[in-house]
């Protein structure tokens, strides 16, 4: 039985760097937010999206995610009403894609909002990432161009590191990445050693 590894840290940790080292190791990693922006394409979602949010947050047909990202990071009312219309319909995707790996040990997970989204309950073992929170920010400005002040609204959004720790089976201080892929590797030991006892 193909087991899930959650992988998830806060916007800015270095989640994407770490589950592409995964990946470089031949494990396949679903990376939810990517998908997630793909499922909000659909006309169905698009339908959804706007019966709950309403036209402003359309530029013509197409999403303005920007704006959508506005409302949401400052009202979290509204943020759990998009999570509402997006999450059921990723699980639903991952769950077909996993079905395409299921002669695998393990797949990835990875998920900023892992924690929040209560999909933690569906991973065998759950990683978290952390940075320190100034690194994390300068990541996310020079990433998105964006203000310190928007980066830590999205911040204030998310479960801090203390709590997603307090649920994860392993952790990754992601700080130097050499010493952050020698944990990744150090894990999957773990992880197989696990494996091959059950």
Not at 71 to 80: D, M, R, T, W
Not at 98 to 125: M, Q, R, T, W
Not at 128 to 153: G, Y
Not at 167 to 186: L, R, T
Request: hydrophobic letters at 40%; aromatic letters at 8%; a neutral charge.
């Amino acid at each position: 039985m193909t087991k899930v590894i959650g992988l998830t840290g806060g916007i800015g940790s270095g989640k994407t760097t770490i589950a592409t080292y995964f990946s470089s190791l031949g494990i396949p990693v679903y990376i939810a937010d990517v998908e997630a922006r793909k499922i909000t394409e659909s006309l169905e979602v698009k339908e959804l999206i706007r019966n709950v949010f309403g036209d402003s947050v359309f530029d013509n047909n197409t999403l303005n995610r920007e704006k959508l990202a506005e409302i949401v990071f400052n009202n979290h009312e509204k943020l759990e009403q998009l999570n509402a219309i997006i999450h059921p319909k990723v699980r639903k995707h991952f769950e077909e894609w996993i079905l395409n790996h299921n002669d695998l040990p393990f797949v990835i997970y990875e998920a900023a909002i892992l924690f929040e989204s209560g999909n933690y309950k569906n991973c065998d073992f759950v990683i978290t990432i952390t940075a320190p929170l100034e690194a994390r920010i300068q990541r996310v400005m020079e990433r998105d161009k964006t203000t310190r002040e928007h980066v830590l609204k999205r911040i204030n959004a998310q479960w801090n590191d203390e709590q997603r720790i307090s649920k994860s089976d392993f952790v990754i201080e992601n700080i130097n990445s050499e010493k952050a892929k020698q944990e990744v590797v150090k894990i999957l030991k773990i992880l197989k050693i696990q494996q091959n006892e059950c």
